[in-house]
């Protein structure tokens, strides 16, 4: 009897054993099933955050090709696409902001004072200042004679960087290669978002933002800025001669133009996407492969960084656009 009830025992404890496993093996199951279930919902959300960016770039692209000029954008009386860095809400959801390259400042070509005054007012020192300019000169002219505060072959060299190309910038992520220049990257990233590698001159107050007015125009008080900002925002800012007035300063028409050019930054999110997309888009109206083209293309931070809905307007091809200036998405 002593026998049976040790092997009763023996028998309980086994089964309890393999209970205990097939009820590890269903969590471990059940939680998979999770994980997948989850991964298949991801996968969702980003598939279909990928489609609306495309859909919102093409018919950015699309709007661009085909509606006339006005100075703060393009447009006609079904509607405009300000380029101006305004936030834009698709039908599809996705955010999007279109900012003229007229209204940046060009790195390769943009007078000294000018570019030394946009770092100032992000808050470099005018001596840092003074030696970033001086780098990015040594880094695009084509000798090898170093600046008092710049860097050439030997110092890239020491840094174990690539460089200097001696050429014009092609991509603004050159930057990221260059002494001084790299040191901060959220400072360049806000850097970044208001040059170009652009070698044009003409500059178009009806698309700059804040900061460029301001580096172009710094003896112009913040009233006199805030006129133009004014003025834009109602688009009311139609010539060079309102601009003359307020800032009682001749514009040379070879500088200053209040029309976009053909080149501009499209920086594009959607929910189910990590990061943003950005891209360099060119207007080729005459061109073999296209009316357009992508000159580049990189990820960026997204566009909206809080859950809550953001203010936007309705892009000019949403249903949901009533006016011709476009209504506001809240």
Same mark, same amino acid.
């Given at each position: 009897?002593?026998?049976?009830?040790?092997?009763?025992g023996?028998?309980?404890?086994?089964?309890?054993g393999?209970?205990?496993v $097939?009820?590890?093996?269903v969590?471990?199951?059940?939680?998979r %099933?999770?994980e997948l279930?989850?991964?298949?919902?991801?996968?969702?959300?980003?598939a279909?955050?990928?489609?609306?960016?495309s859909? =919102?770039?093409?018919?950015?692209?699309?709007?661009?090709?085909?509606?006339?000029l @006005?100075?703060a954008?393009?447009?006609?009386?079904?509607?405009r696409?300000? $380029?101006?860095?305004?936030?834009?809400q698709s039908?599809d959801g996705? @955010?999007?902001?279109?900012?003229d390259?007229?209204?940046?400042?060009?790195?390769?070509?943009?007078?000294?004072?000018?570019?030394q005054?946009?770092?100032?007012?992000?808050?470099?020192s005018?001596?840092?200042?003074?030696a970033m #300019?001086?780098?990015?000169?040594?880094?695009?002219?084509?000798?090898?004679?170093?600046?008092l %505060?710049?860097?050439?072959r030997?110092?890239?060299?020491?840094?174990?960087?690539p460089g200097?190309r001696?050429?014009?910038? #092609?991509s603004?992520r050159?930057?990221e290669?260059m002494?001084?220049w790299r040191?901060?990257?959220?400072?360049l990233?806000?850097?970044?978002a208001?040059?170009?590698?652009? #070698?044009?001159?003409?500059? %178009?107050? =009806?698309?700059?933002?804040?900061?460029? @007015?301001?580096?172009?125009?710094?003896? $112009?008080?913040?009233?006199?800025?805030?006129?133009?900002?004014m003025l834009?925002?109602?688009?009311?800012?139609?010539?060079?001669?309102?601009?003359?007035?307020?800032f009682?300063?001749?514009?040379?028409?070879d500088?200053?133009i209040?029309?976009p050019?053909n080149?501009?930054?499209?920086?594009?999110?959607a929910?189910?996407?990590?990061r943003a997309?950005?891209? %360099?888009?060119?207007?080729?109206?005459?061109g073999?492969?296209?009316?357009?083209?992508i000159?580049e293309?990189h990820?960026?931070?997204?566009l909206n @960084?809080?859950?809550?809905?953001?203010?936007?307007?309705?892009?000019?091809?949403?249903?949901? #656009?009533?006016?011709?200036?476009?209504?506001?998405?809240?």
């Amino acid at each position: 009897m002593k026998a049976r009830r040790q092997q009763s025992g023996y028998v309980l404890l086994m089964v309890l054993g393999a209970l205990a496993v $097939m009820a590890l093996v269903v969590q471990r199951f059940a939680q998979r %099933n999770d994980e997948l279930r989850r991964n298949a919902l991801d996968f969702q959300q980003y598939a279909a955050g990928s489609a609306a960016v495309s859909s =919102a770039l093409a018919q950015t692209a699309y709007w661009m090709a085909t509606r006339p000029l @006005l100075p703060a954008g393009r447009g006609d009386g079904t509607g405009r696409l300000r $380029m101006d860095g305004a936030l834009y809400q698709s039908a599809d959801g996705a @955010l999007l902001r279109v900012q003229d390259f007229r209204g940046l400042l060009s790195a390769n070509g943009v007078p000294r004072p000018v570019l030394q005054s946009l770092l100032v007012q992000d808050g470099v020192s005018p001596a840092r200042a003074q030696a970033m #300019v001086d780098v990015l000169d040594d880094y695009i002219d084509t000798d090898n004679l170093k600046r008092l %505060n710049g860097a050439e072959r030997a110092e890239y060299r020491a840094l174990g960087l690539p460089g200097p190309r001696n050429d014009w910038l #092609v991509s603004l992520r050159e930057l990221e290669t260059m002494p001084l220049w790299r040191d901060e990257p959220e400072r360049l990233a806000r850097l970044t978002a208001l040059l170009t590698p652009d #070698v044009g001159h003409l500059f %178009n107050p =009806a698309t700059a933002p804040e900061a460029t @007015l301001r580096a172009m125009f710094p003896l $112009m008080a913040r009233a006199q800025i805030d006129q133009v900002l004014m003025l834009r925002a109602r688009d009311q800012l139609l010539d060079l001669r309102q601009l003359r007035q307020i800032f009682a300063m001749p514009l040379d028409e070879d500088d200053y133009i209040l029309f976009p050019g053909n080149d501009a930054r499209v920086t594009l999110w959607a929910p189910g996407l990590p990061r943003a997309l950005e891209y %360099n888009l060119r207007l080729t109206p005459a061109g073999e492969l296209g009316p357009w083209v992508i000159t580049e293309q990189h990820s960026t931070k997204r566009l909206n @960084l809080s859950d809550e809905a953001p203010r936007a307007l309705a892009f000019p091809l949403s249903p949901s #656009v009533s006016s011709a200036t476009g209504s506001v998405v809240p």
